[in-house]
C-alpha cells in the first residue's frame, strides 16, 4: 500500500444528532466505551498521520485528541467559516491542501469501519467504500463494472451501492486541482468530497458489507446496539465519560466544573485514582482494574462499604457555610429544576392521581418539609454522587469514580446524608435499570402509572443502609424525602420517557414519605 494520510473533518455541526451535540462535536458522541473519532483512529496503523479539520466545539475534539491518543500524529486545521455563507465539507476540506500533498483518504467522522478493514485495501487508484442500505439517509453510486459513474442525492431510488463517506484519493494533485475549479464556480453549503469525485475519472467502488453511521439519531441508536460499552452511562447534553484499558476521560461543557473535579481529586486523596492530565473541558485518570460495585454488589460488600465511608470519607471537616449551602441545594436547587421540567413541556403544577394516589401539587408539598432536619448534624467530606456505578469493590476497600465538583460550591465539605440518599437512590434506580428501560411511565391517563424493576438483593441492601441510619442515629425518613427529592431533580436532566418517569416516581414517592407514614 502506498504511503498516506487520513483526513478527519470534524468542523460541522452535527445538527442531526439534537441535543447530542448542542455542547459539543458529533465526533466526540459516544459509541460503546469511546467516541466516535476514537472508533475511526484506532481503525488504521498505529503510525498513520491525520489531518483533522475544527470548527463546531473545534476545542473540545483538540483537547480530546491530546489527552486520549497523545502518541499520534494529528495536524489540526482550524475551520473559521464551518457555518453559515462560504462554508461547505468541500470548503473544509480545501483548507487542508498545504498538509496533504500525497495519497490521502477522506473519512468522515460519523463513520465507523471495522478495525484493520483498510489495510486490505490497494491504495493504488482512486476508490470509494460502497455499501448498502436506504437511500433515504446517504447518497448513492452507479457503477459498471467496479467503475463510479454518478454519485446521486439522497432519495434516489435506482442505485448499486450508498456512499458512506470514506474514499481514497490516489490522485491527490487532481483532487486538488478539481476541488479548487468547483469552489471558483459553485458557492453552495451542500459541496462535498462527492461532487469532486463526480468531476475526476477512474474513480473504483470497493465494496464493504460491515461499517456503523453515527450521523443521525436512529443510526446512532443501530450503532449503539452494535458496538457496546463495558459500562452503563446515561445520555447527558453537557458532559460523558469515555473508557480505555489504561485511563478514563471525563468531559464537561462547563469548564468550572472541570476544574473543580480536579481539584477534588487532591481533597479525596487516596479515595480516587490518580490524576493524569486535564484540559479545561477534559481531565483524564488512570483506570482502575477492579469490579464495578453496581456489578457484584452483595449485601456483605454493601455492609462493608457503610464502614469504609463512615471511617474514611464522611470525615467531619470545618465549614462555616455548611447548613447555608446545604439549605440551597436542597431546596433552591429543588425549586429550579421542578421550574425547568414544567417549562420543559409547558405544564402547571397541579394534583395528579398516580398509582390510584391522588397526589397534592409539588410546590405544595415542597412548601411542607422540614429542610432544616434534612441536614446533616455536620460538614463531612462527601462524594456528591455517591452511587454504586460509582464505586470500585477491592475487598473491604473501594475506590471512588465519578466524584461530583461541589456541595452548592463548597469542594471541602458537604453533608454525608446526600450521599446516603444518592446510594438510596441507586439502590432503586440502577443505571442499567434506566438504560435498559426497565421501568414504565403511562402519564396520558388521569391515573399516571409508573413503576420500575427492583433486585432483591438491591431490597436487601436497602434495609442494611436502614440499619446503618438508625445505628448512627441518621433519620432514615429524611434520607427517604431527600431520595424523592434526587429523582424530581434528574428529571429535567434526561430526555423523555426517562424524563417523565423521574419526576412522577419523585413525586409520588415524596408524597409517600411526607403524608403516608
Given at each position: 500500500?502506498?504511503?498516506?494520510?487520513?483526513?478527519?473533518?470534524?468542523?460541522?455541526?452535527?445538527?442531526?444528532?439534537?441535543?447530542?451535540?448542542?455542547?459539543?462535536?458529533?465526533?466526540l458522541v459516544r459509541v460503546g466505551d469511546k467516541p466516535a473519532i476514537s472508533h475511526i483512529?484506532?481503525?488504521?496503523?498505529?503510525?498513520?498521520?491525520?489531518?483533522?479539520?475544527?470548527?463546531?466545539?473545534?476545542?473540545?475534539?483538540?483537547?480530546?485528541?491530546?489527552?486520549?491518543?497523545?502518541?499520534?500524529?494529528?495536524?489540526?486545521?482550524?475551520?473559521?467559516?464551518?457555518?453559515?455563507?462560504?462554508?461547505?465539507?468541500?470548503?473544509?476540506?480545501?483548507?487542508?491542501?498545504?498538509?496533504?500533498?500525497?495519497?490521502?483518504?477522506?473519512?468522515?467522522?460519523?463513520?465507523?469501519?471495522?478495525?484493520?478493514?483498510?489495510?486490505?485495501?490497494?491504495?493504488?487508484?482512486?476508490?470509494?467504500?460502497?455499501?448498502?442500505?436506504?437511500?433515504?439517509?446517504?447518497?448513492?453510486?452507479?457503477?459498471?463494472?467496479?467503475?463510479?459513474?454518478?454519485?446521486?442525492?439522497k432519495g434516489e431510488l435506482n442505485f448499486d451501492y450508498v456512499y458512506i463517506g470514506v474514499?481514497?484519493?490516489?490522485?491527490?494533485?487532481?483532487?486538488?486541482?478539481?476541488?479548487?475549479?468547483?469552489?471558483?464556480?459553485?458557492?453552495?453549503?451542500?459541496?462535498?468530497?462527492?461532487?469532486?469525485?463526480?468531476?475526476?475519472?477512474?474513480?473504483?467502488?470497493?465494496?464493504?458489507?460491515?461499517?456503523?453511521?453515527?450521523?443521525?439519531?436512529?443510526?446512532?441508536?443501530?450503532?449503539?446496539?452494535?458496538?457496546?460499552?463495558?459500562?452503563?452511562?446515561?445520555?447527558?447534553?453537557?458532559?460523558?465519560?469515555?473508557?480505555?484499558?489504561?485511563?478514563?476521560?471525563?468531559?464537561?461543557?462547563?469548564?468550572?466544573?472541570?476544574?473543580?473535579?480536579?481539584?477534588?481529586?487532591?481533597?479525596?486523596?487516596?479515595?480516587?485514582?490518580?490524576?493524569?492530565?486535564?484540559?479545561?473541558?477534559?481531565?483524564?485518570?488512570?483506570?482502575?482494574?477492579?469490579?464495578?460495585?453496581?456489578?457484584?454488589?452483595?449485601?456483605?460488600?454493601?455492609?462493608?462499604?457503610?464502614?469504609?465511608?463512615?471511617?474514611?470519607?464522611?470525615?467531619?471537616?470545618?465549614?462555616?457555610?455548611?447548613?447555608?449551602?446545604?439549605?440551597?441545594?436542597?431546596?433552591?436547587?429543588?425549586?429550579?429544576?421542578?421550574?425547568?421540567?414544567?417549562?420543559?413541556?409547558?405544564?402547571?403544577?397541579?394534583?395528579?392521581?398516580?398509582?390510584?394516589?391522588?397526589?397534592?401539587?409539588?410546590?405544595?408539598?415542597?412548601?411542607?418539609?422540614?429542610?432544616?432536619?434534612?441536614?446533616?448534624?455536620?460538614?463531612?467530606?462527601?462524594?456528591?454522587?455517591?452511587?454504586?456505578?460509582?464505586?470500585?469493590?477491592?475487598?473491604?476497600?473501594?475506590?471512588?469514580?465519578?466524584?461530583?465538583?461541589?456541595?452548592?460550591?463548597?469542594?471541602?465539605?458537604?453533608?454525608?446524608?446526600?450521599?446516603?440518599?444518592?446510594?438510596?437512590?441507586?439502590?432503586?434506580?440502577?443505571?442499567?435499570?434506566?438504560?435498559?428501560?426497565?421501568?414504565?411511565?403511562?402519564?396520558?391517563?388521569?391515573?399516571?402509572?409508573?413503576?420500575?424493576?427492583?433486585?432483591?438483593?438491591?431490597?436487601?441492601?436497602?434495609?442494611?443502609?436502614?440499619?446503618?441510619?438508625?445505628?448512627?442515629?441518621?433519620?432514615?425518613?429524611?434520607?427517604?424525602?431527600?431520595?424523592?427529592?434526587?429523582?424530581?431533580?434528574?428529571?429535567?436532566?434526561?430526555?423523555?420517557?426517562?424524563?417523565?418517569?423521574?419526576?412522577?416516581?419523585?413525586?409520588?414517592?415524596?408524597?409517600?414519605?411526607?403524608?403516608?407514614?
Amino acid at each position: 500500500m502506498a504511503e498516506y494520510k487520513v483526513l478527519l473533518t470534524t468542523s460541522g455541526l452535527g445538527s442531526r444528532l439534537g441535543n447530542l451535540t448542542k455542547f459539543t462535536n458529533k465526533s466526540l458522541v459516544r459509541v460503546g466505551d469511546k467516541p466516535a473519532i476514537s472508533h475511526i483512529i484506532e481503525s488504521y496503523p498505529q503510525n498513520i498521520e491525520f489531518v483533522v479539520t475544527l470548527g463546531h466545539y473545534g476545542s473540545h475534539v483538540k483537547e480530546y485528541l491530546t489527552l486520549a491518543h497523545p502518541d499520534k500524529n494529528i495536524k489540526f486545521v482550524e475551520v473559521e467559516n464551518y457555518m453559515g455563507e462560504g462554508s461547505s465539507l468541500l470548503h473544509s476540506i480545501s483548507l487542508c491542501e498545504e498538509h496533504l500533498q500525497c495519497p490521502f483518504i477522506f473519512h468522515a467522522c460519523d463513520t465507523i469501519l471495522p478495525k484493520n478493514y483498510i489495510d486490505e485495501i490497494d491504495f493504488d487508484s482512486n476508490w470509494s467504500l460502497g455499501g448498502h442500505g436506504d437511500s433515504s439517509s446517504y447518497r448513492t453510486l452507479n457503477c459498471i463494472n467496479g467503475e463510479i459513474k454518478s454519485i446521486n442525492e439522497k432519495g434516489e431510488l435506482n442505485f448499486d451501492y450508498v456512499y458512506i463517506g470514506v474514499s481514497g484519493f490516489y490522485d491527490y494533485r487532481n483532487f486538488w486541482e478539481t476541488s479548487k475549479q468547483i469552489l471558483s464556480k459553485v458557492k453552495t453549503s451542500d459541496l462535498s468530497d462527492c461532487h469532486v469525485i463526480r468531476n475526476m475519472t477512474n474513480f473504483t467502488v470497493k465494496e464493504i458489507d460491515e461499517w456503523y453511521d453515527i450521523g443521525n439519531i436512529d443510526s446512532l441508536k443501530r450503532t449503539r446496539n452494535n458496538i457496546k460499552g463495558t459500562v452503563h452511562v446515561l445520555d447527558k447534553e453537557d458532559e460523558n465519560i469515555f473508557v480505555f484499558d489504561d485511563f478514563v476521560i471525563k468531559f464537561f461543557f462547563n469548564k468550572k466544573i472541570c476544574s473543580d473535579r480536579v481539584a477534588r481529586t487532591k481533597k479525596l486523596g487516596g479515595l480516587v485514582p490518580k490524576l493524569i492530565d486535564s484540559t479545561e473541558n477534559f481531565y483524564k485518570y488512570e483506570f482502575v482494574k477492579a469490579d464495578l460495585l453496581a456489578d457484584v454488589v452483595t449485601t456483605e460488600k454493601f455492609s462493608n462499604l457503610l464502614t469504609w465511608a463512615n471511617e474514611k470519607l464522611w470525615i467531619e471537616k470545618e465549614d462555616d457555610s455548611f447548613r447555608e449551602n446545604a439549605l440551597s441545594f436542597y431546596a433552591e436547587k429543588t425549586l429550579k429544576r421542578i421550574s425547568k421540567f414544567l417549562d420543559k413541556y409547558d405544564l402547571e403544577d397541579k394534583s395528579d392521581i398516580i398509582n390510584s394516589d391522588t397526589v397534592p401539587p409539588l410546590y405544595d408539598m415542597i412548601s411542607s418539609i422540614d429542610f432544616d432536619n434534612l441536614i446533616g448534624s455536620k460538614p463531612t467530606g462527601f462524594h456528591g454522587d455517591f452511587i454504586l456505578d460509582n464505586i470500585l469493590s477491592h475487598e473491604k476497600e473501594f475506590t471512588l469514580i465519578d466524584w461530583r465538583q461541589d456541595f452548592n460550591g463548597s469542594i471541602d465539605a458537604g453533608d454525608m446524608h446526600y450521599d446516603i440518599a444518592k446510594l438510596n437512590h441507586n439502590l432503586t434506580l440502577t443505571h442499567k435499570v434506566l438504560s435498559d428501560g426497565l421501568f414504565t411511565i403511562d402519564s396520558k391517563s388521569d391515573n399516571i402509572s409508573c413503576d420500575v424493576y427492583i433486585k432483591k438483593s438491591n431490597l436487601d441492601c436497602k434495609t442494611k443502609l436502614k440499619e446503618f441510619c438508625l445505628e448512627n442515629n441518621i433519620p432514615y425518613d429524611g434520607i427517604e424525602i431527600l431520595t424523592s427529592l434526587i429523582w424530581i431533580n434528574m428529571a429535567p436532566l434526561h430526555e423523555h420517557p426517562l424524563d417523565m418517569f423521574l419526576y412522577y416516581f419523585g413525586k409520588h414517592n415524596l408524597f409517600l414519605n411526607l403524608y403516608c407514614k
